[in-house]
């Protein structure tokens, strides 16, 4: 994962916020190296992260995949048809083109990463500004570990490119056990 970015999607109001969304969604911005992590990969963490089948109550949560290129469009419909089969029940999850991205007010920003103060002060020290902050890939991977992602294996290979101080790397793999 290169960075993750939270905002908001898929609609014509300009320039909405959480508390005037418009016709947009909630939803996560991916930058990822197809190298190291195929697109269809990233949809099967979005399949299992949530419950396709449940029809959303409101546009604001509604399950939408955004795809920037043809082959993305045949690869998301693909694995929405496998998504089916694996429920036994239709998919209530819509596959359109990428448009305007908006990003998300600063607090929904690595959300669970600044739900643990030392780690993100850490990260802060490094990328200072807001904009180094969000766009930076250790702070979207740490805020994975702290949300619940990625495995212990996968920490302790990366772990040393941080430049974590001790206190922080005992936190760290506190949470990720």
Known sequence: MVRTRVGYAGGRKVNPTYHDLGDHSETIEIDFDPTQTSYRELLDVFWASHSPVQ????????????????????????????????????????????????????????YYLQGKALLAAEVREIYPD????????????????????????????????????????????????
């Open 130 to 177: 807001l904009e180094g902050f969000v766009n930076s890939t250790l702070a979207a991977r740490l805020n994975g570990y702290v949300g619940g992602r990625g495995s212990k294996e996968q920490l302790d290979a990366e772990l040393d490119s941080y430049g974590l101080s001790d206190h922080a790397v005992t936190l760290l793999r506190s949470i990720v056990r």
């Open 55 to 110: 029809p959303s109550y409101s546009l604001q949560y509604a399950s939408r995949i955004f795809y920037h290129s043809e082959e993305q469009r045949q690869v998301a419909e693909k694995s929405r048809t496998l998504a089916e089969e694996v429920y036994g029940r239709k998919v209530h999850t819509s596959i359109e083109p990428a448009a305007q991205f908006y990003l998300a007010e600063d607090y929904h920003q690595k």
